[in-house]
Every structure is written in structure tokens, then in C-alpha cells.
């Protein structure tokens, strides 16, 4: 894709050595299922330095209590999910735990229950919309949102999908996991606010026809899950986990991202 002339202009400066690249943070997102296939997306607001109106999957940064031990899990476990994703065992346990931190935050989806084969079926009550605000500020952790209302953290309902990395030419960057899970039975997902001002449930197909501005992870992501006909296929497809970094290129004068 061609770049603005700004962006250009860095990603000149970046090249050359003028520049330095910003460190990329440790993050996660998820793509939420549910039968059609479809997709839930949110547009980030205009307001946003990062992303601007882009039709985007929950999600944000590794939060360092995210790292928690103390979190009550289900599923593989943190040394298995950085054998998938190529990282430590501390990092992929903040991960799967901002996976499902971030889901609850900006969805209200909760991939969580009383027992490694339960999941909350409802989270829409005020108590609940307490704590979600609350882990947003970050006046509460998540270890401590699941330890006070006796949850465990389902990790065996994730699936990892994709790894990209922001190119360097970016002033913020994100070193991102990509997972996708399924929206719980009895749960539903709401418009929430906050980073967002709209929320939409589309098939990947659909999302893909021009209406929405999607970033190229988000276009990648929706475009190989538009090749499977149901929920059940995307969770049956193997995934070999690649990391992507698009780079900018000058091509005939013109700088463009590419990805390979």
C-alpha cells in the first residue's frame, strides 16, 4: 500500500538512520465469533493517535500485572502458549491474560468461568460494569477481578492465529498476538464506549467490501478467516504462526508497505 506523504517522509528518515524506531509493545487481540461466520469490530474513535477510525478487533497492551502467577487458569498453559507464539513463558502468560482482560474491557465478553468447564453467562449487570471500568483505569487488576468473584481464566477457549508487528516506521508501535474464540453461550457482546464510538457484527466477507477502513492485520486476518464457511472450521484450521512485520519500501520514488 502507497504511503501518505508524512508517513513517507519518516519512513525515509527511518531508512536512512536519521531516525530511530520506537520499541514495539507486547499486545494482544481477538477476533469474536459467533455463528455465520461473524465477526465483531470496533471503529476507533477519531480522536485516537493510534489507528483513527479504523474498524479494529478487541484488544490493547500487556499490562505488567497481566504477567500475574496468581491468575486461576484453565486450559494449556502458559509455557505451551509460548511454545505457539516463540515467547517466554511470563510473556505468554500476559498475553493470553490481556487477550482476555482486553475481550471483557471493550466487548463485555468474558472468557472466564467458575470452573475449567463453566463460562459466566452474563456479565451485563452494574457490579459488572463496575469492575470493567475499573480495570480500564487500572484501579484494579485482573488476577484480582477473577480471585474476588472465584473465576478462572478460560485459555482453552483461544486459538492462536497471527503475530504483527507495527512497522518501524510508525511513532507507536505493537509487537500483537492474534487470537480468535468464539462469544460464549448466554453472553452478549455491547457497545461499550470508550476507545470506540461504533461496534459491528459482520461476516468477514462483508467487512471486507470497502464500507469499513480496516488496518492491514485487520484486512490479512479477515481475509483467511473469509475462507471458512463456519465457527467450527476456523477453530478446526491449523495455524503455523509467522511473524509479520510490513516494511516500507521506495518503489519507482513512490514509498510503499509491504509485507514480504
Request: charged share 25%; aromatic share 8%; hydrophobic share 45%.
Amino acid at each position: 500500500m502507497p504511503l501518505p506523504a508524512e508517513l513517507a517522509d519518516r519512513a525515509r528518515d527511518v531508512l536512512s538512520g536519521r531516525v530511530q524506531p520506537v520499541p514495539a509493545r507486547d499486545a494482544a487481540t481477538v477476533v469474536l465469533l459467533r455463528p455465520g461466520p461473524e465477526v465483531y469490530l470496533l471503529r476507533r474513535k477519531a480522536t485516537m493517535a493510534f489507528a483513527a477510525g479504523a474498524y479494529v478487533f478487541p484488544g490493547g497492551s500487556v499490562d505488567v500485572r497481566d504477567t500475574d502467577q496468581a491468575v486461576a487458569w484453565a486450559g494449556p498453559s502458559p509455557a505451551e502458549w509460548g511454545e505457539v507464539f516463540k515467547a517466554g513463558e511470563r510473556l505468554a502468560r500476559g498475553l493470553v491474560c490481556a487477550a482476555v482482560r482486553e475481550t471483557f474491557e471493550e466487548s463485555g465478553v468474558l472468557l472466564a468461568g467458575p470452573g475449567p468447564d463453566s463460562v459466566v453467562a452474563d456479565t451485563t449487570g452494574d457490579d459488572w460494569e463496575s469492575d470493567r471500568l475499573a480495570l480500564i483505569d487500572r484501579s484494579l487488576g485482573f488476577a484480582d477481578f477473577l480471585a474476588r468473584r472465584g473465576l478462572v481464566l478460560r485459555a482453552d477457549l483461544l486459538k492462536a492465529w497471527a503475530h504483527w508487528i507495527t512497522p518501524e516506521i510508525e511513532r507507536k508501535r505493537f509487537d500483537t498476538r492474534f487470537f480468535v474464540a468464539v462469544l460464549p453461550e448466554g453472553q452478549r457482546t455491547r457497545d461499550v464506549g470508550g476507545e470506540a464510538d461504533r461496534v459491528v457484527w459482520r461476516s468477514p466477507g462483508e467487512a471486507l467490501n470497502g464500507e469499513f477502513f480496516l488496518m492491514p492485520p485487520t484486512h490479512a486476518t479477515l481475509t483467511e478467516l473469509s475462507a471458512y464457511d463456519s465457527v467450527a472450521d476456523v477453530l478446526a484450521a491449523p495455524r503455523e504462526i509467522e511473524t509479520i512485520m510490513p516494511r516500507a519500501v521506495e518503489i519507482e520514488g513512490e514509498m510503499r508497505l509491504v509485507t514480504r
